[in-house]
């Protein structure tokens, strides 16, 4: 079964650090662009950030301004984001997704992330 | 950047068709796809490449795109079908991925 599993996520004060770490499964990982996409509490869907098979291609949401990286190890089977000066604004549910052609046709359960003091 | 926009909200009663519209500069030379989000759950594709259905989505959805307006048609609408839905491109010129605003249909 494909599966991905996001995990990681938790209470942090503004301006704390978090890293969220996605465990794939039951495909070939390292042949599929992943993504992180997140949604803030009773908002829509926002695309953060994207990271290519050989991390060759990286990519990320302007409003992140440099504050968020993405990173993968394909021999773990894993992609991660790690957070930096997080601010209330990035409170969410972040899910891990697969990327097939330029859709995105898996998604992970999601993990929250909260952003208060 | 790019806006993907989406009506609010669209109720219907059961057994009719909805249609939810996304606009976007030009949309038609772009590839859209649709995500279907119920409350508490993470978004599903339920159409992919304008009109492509992923296995295991019914023959219901369907999807269209022209001009500056995609749409996704649901026909024969259940309560089931109650949830958010998006539509989302894909940016050549930033390679960005950008997600519409959102629609929630209600089904009465």
Redesign the interface.
């Known amino acids: 079964e494909v599966q991905l599993v996001e995990s990681g996520g938790g209470l942090v004060k503004p301006g704390g650090s978090l890293r969220l770490s996605c465990a794939a499964s039951g495909f070939s990982f390292n042949s599929y662009t992943m993504?992180w996409?997140r949604q803030a509490p009773g908002k829509?869907?926002?695309?953060v950030s994207?990271i290519s098979t050989t991390s060759s291609?990286i990519?990320y949401?302007?409003s992140l301004r440099g504050r968020f990286t993405v990173s993968r190890d394909n021999a773990k089977n894993s992609l991660y984001l790690q957070m930096n000066s997080l601010r209330a604004e990035d409170t969410g549910v972040y899910?891990c997704v697969r990327r097939?052609?330029?859709?995105?046709?898996v998604?992970?359960?999601?993990t929250t992330v909260t952003v208060s003091s | 950047s790019y806006v993907l926009t989406q009506p609010p909200s669209v109720s219907v009663a059961p057994g009719q068709t909805a249609t939810i519209t996304c606009g976007g500069n030009n949309i038609g030379s772009s590839n859209v796809h649709w995500y279907q989000q119920k409350p508490g759950q993470a978004p599903v594709l339920v159409v992919y490449d304008d009109s492509d259905r992923p296995s295991g989505i019914p023959e219901r959805f369907s999807g269209s795109n022209s001009g500056n307006t995609a749409a996704l048609t649901i026909s024969r609408v259940e309560a089931g079908d109650e949830a958010d839905y998006y539509c989302q491109i894909w940016d050549l010129s930033s390679d960005h991925y950008v997600f519409g605003t959102g629609t929630k249909v209600t089904v009465l």
């Open positions: 993504i996409v829509g869907l926002e695309w994207s291609y990519y949401a302007d899910y097939l052609r330029v859709h995105m046709d998604w992970g359960q999601g």
